[in-house]
């Protein structure tokens, strides 16, 4: 029995090693990735090319029959709730080593350099958005060796042609009547948002105020949509009661919080958005809300 089983397991190890590098690796930057096991991904832009080099090792003493060899560049979408499935939106192939057999050391450079990748990284609660390098020697009697490498993509966006303010009012019957200003709609992901709170009428006792950005990621499936919000940021505005004709200025930096661009729609699977959360609570500990989304994106350099 001992002796079977060492057979089966010898049989599981693939008799070869494959490391997959990326060009200039050591001097990219890189991104960490949070998980259950943390890793830093070597930075790619969205208009860079990627390449790098399949590095093959057959252990000494073997050799590989195989039906050939190929390098791929993937994009892909992953679902927490819906895992063993994925869904793909970029896929380019390279074919690198025809039939034959496998002996010794090989290294197979690779570039891709004309594929797509339109949509940044991104790592959310209940969605991934990949990119990898997949390396394959197919075999025709055996399970296919496979080796993956992630790499992150960031991409830097021209600025808006279009940038309108926002300005809206908050009343509650006769009891309070709020204007805000915010100076644009679209902010880069290293901004300021600048703006005003003018108190027009308040008869009832505030005890504070707070803004926040509060990130809403959406999971399509089907028929259904799940929403997942959560509050990236949040400062004080005012501590005690206004009065009439009273403005308080607001300045908000965006750099050094935990931001991604906005996503439209992505594939029909995801979308990320972003809103303006302004929060008024009275003596009575009553909350007030009002929201305006604003649109985030990466400034280009």
């Known amino acids: 029995m001992a002796e079977k089983m060492k057979k089966l397991v010898a049989g599981l190890i693939a008799p070869c090693n494959i490391t997959i590098t990326f060009e200039n690796e050591e001097g990219r930057k890189k991104i960490r990735v949070p998980g259950d096991k943390p890793e830093d991904l070597p930075l790619f832009l969205s208009t860079e090319p990627v390449r790098g080099t399949v590095h093959v090792e057959v252990m000494e003493g073997k050799k590989i029959d195989h039906m050939g060899m190929k390098v791929e560049l993937l994009g892909q979408i992953e679902m927490f709730y819906d895992r063993g499935n994925h869904y793909d939106f970029t896929s380019v192939v390279r074919e690198i080593e025809t039939p034959g057999q496998l002996v010794g050391v090989h290294d197979y450079p690779f570039e891709f350099s004309t594929v797509a990748k339109e949509f940044e990284s991104y790592n959310g609660i209940n969605v991934r958005l990949r990119y990898f390098v997949q390396a394959t020697i197919t075999r025709q009697y055996s399970t296919n060796i496979q080796k993956q490498r992630d790499f992150f993509v960031q991409a830097l966006t021209v600025e808006p042609e279009t940038n309108t303010g926002i300005k809206m009012e908050v009343g509650i019957e006769d009891a309070l009547h709020i204007e805000f200003e915010y100076n644009r709609s679209k902010y880069h992901l290293r901004d300021v948002i600048i703006g005003k709170i003018s108190f027009v009428r308040v008869k009832i006792k505030i005890k504070h105020m ?92």
């Open 210 to 301: 707070e803004l926040a950005i509060i990130k809403r990621e959406s999971t399509f499936s089907g028929s259904n949509v799940y929403h997942e919000t959560d509050t990236v940021t949040k400062f004080e505005v005012m501590d005690g009661c206004p009065v009439r004709e009273e403005v308080i200025p607001i300045r908000l930096f965006l750099g050094g919080t935990d931001l991604t661009p906005t996503y439209p729609s992505v594939n029909n699977r995801f979308q990320v958005k972003y809103f303006l959360n302004l929060v008024l609570v009275d003596e009575e500990d009553r909350r007030y809300y009002k929201q305006q989304e604003i649109t985030l994106w990466r400034k280009e350099l």
